[in-house]
């Protein structure tokens, strides 16, 4: 069965906080995604990757750093958390820019 | 970028109804997909449909597709509790290059 896991489904943080969000696949895809959903604005895309070592920013990549070391393995990086970063953060992956995505189970992040 | 925009924003409808929902869109697309998702979860991808394609079946989903109006729609028959859910439909961005692009999708309640 295919899957996208991420490392945590709740993280609690405080402000000033480094917090690191780890997102895995197993469908050996190209590409992975990061996305925050917030009420009202629906999925935001923050950044992606179509190959290691190489990152494209998004929509809203301020307050955000990404890493891919290895194919399988894509890294959300928040410097310093902020109370406008509490949101559900989803991580997906494809095979190709135009197909199907499939979506991690979602980490709740919560900055204090 | 360009977006999907469904309608309406929620739905409330009994068990054995029919539930439809509907996505309008920007420019000229190859493909687009809805997906669903449930409260709390990440997305699941549910269905595809081609830009040569007028409608496409799986299960109880129905999905057709116009592209001189730029809109699609999603169909539920029969629906069940467990469609209780949020829907979203995705296009490719405007480059070949772009990811995804995510509407804000209908709330779909189920009432048993």
């Known amino acids: 069965d295919v899957k996208v896991t991420q490392s945590s489904r709740y993280l609690v943080k405080r402000t000033g906080e480094k917090v690191f969000l780890e997102c895995v696949q197993d469908?050996?895809?190209?590409?992975m995604f990061w996305y925050r959903q917030d009420p009202g604005l629906g999925l935001r895309l923050i950044y992606f990757?179509?190959?290691?070592?190489?990152?494209e920013k998004g929509d809203i990549p301020e307050g955000y750093s990404v890493s891919r070391e290895k194919k399988e393995r894509f890294s959300l990086i928040l410097e310093s958390a902020s109370t406008n970063q509490t949101s559900m953060y989803l991580c997906?992956?494809?095979?190709?820019?135009?197909?199907?995505?499939?979506f991690g189970p979602g980490t709740r992040l919560t900055v204090l | 970028s360009q977006q999907g925009e469904e309608d309406p924003q929620a739905l409330s409808i009994q068990e054995g109804e029919n539930a439809t929902m509907n996505c309008s869109y920007k420019?000229?697309?190859?493909?687009l997909q809805w997906y669903r998702q449930n409260s709390g979860r990440g997305l699941v991808h549910l269905i595809l449909?081609?830009?040569?394609?007028r409608e496409k079946h799986s299960g109880r989903l129905r999905v057709t597709l116009d592209t001189s109006k730029k809109s699609s729609s999603l169909l539920i028959t029969a629906s069940r509790a467990a469609d209780t859910a949020s829907y979203f439909c995705?296009?490719?961005?405007?480059?070949?290059?772009?990811?995804?692009?995510f509407g804000k999708g209908t709330r779909l309640s189920v009432i048993a």
């Open positions: 449909i081609r830009s040569n394609e």
């Open positions: 995705a296009t490719p961005g405007f480059s070949g290059n772009t990811p995804l692009v």
């Open positions: 469908m050996d895809h190209e590409n």
């Open positions: 990757s179509y190959d290691v070592k190489m990152k």
């Open positions: 420019t000229s697309i190859n493909n």
């Open positions: 997906a992956s494809s095979s190709g820019t135009r197909n199907e995505q499939f």
